[in-house]
């Protein structure tokens, strides 16, 4: 059974910091795709950062470009999203995807959906 599994999340002062893991078991992490998503309250889910299974490829947001960083290490099945510099804007729950994708378009990675986590809150004070 595949399990994708988030952590890290909680609370920080504008201008802070958090980790957020990604654990995924039940399939051959290192052929898959990972990308973060995230749901504020009462907005739609948007795609915030992606990472290709490889690690060379990597997409950010606008909204978060200079600020938060994807990576992955396959040996352990986890994928990291290093959030700084946040805002209260960034106040949501991220949620991690896996997918096998042929491209890393843009079109591509807001399809992704095969393996979701539960998601983790993060929340951003001013």
């Known amino acids: 059974q595949v399990q994708v599994v988030e952590s890290g999340g909680g609370r920080a002062q504008a201008g802070g910091s958090l980790r957020l893991s990604c654990a995924v078991s039940?399939?051959?992490?290192?052929?898959?795709?990972v990308a973060w998503f995230r749901q504020g309250p009462g907005k739609e889910r948007e795609l915030v950062t992606a990472?290709?299974?490889?690690?060379?490829?990597?997409y950010y947001a606008e909204f978060v470009q200079g600020r938060f960083t994807i990576s992955r290490d396959n040996s352990k099945n986890t994928a990291y999203l290093q959030m700084d510099y946040l805002e209260p804007e960034d106040t949501a729950v991220y949620y991690c995807?896996?997918?096998?994708?042929?491209?890393?378009?843009?079109?591509?990675?807001?399809?992704?959906?095969?393996?979701w986590g539960q998601g983790t809150q993060v929340t951003v004070s001013s």
């Open positions: 995807v896996a997918d096998r994708i042929l491209d890393f378009t843009i079109p591509t990675l807001q399809a992704m959906n095969a393996y």
């Open positions: 039940g399939l051959t992490f290192n052929r898959y795709g």
């Open positions: 990472i290709s299974w490889s690690g060379g490829n990597k």
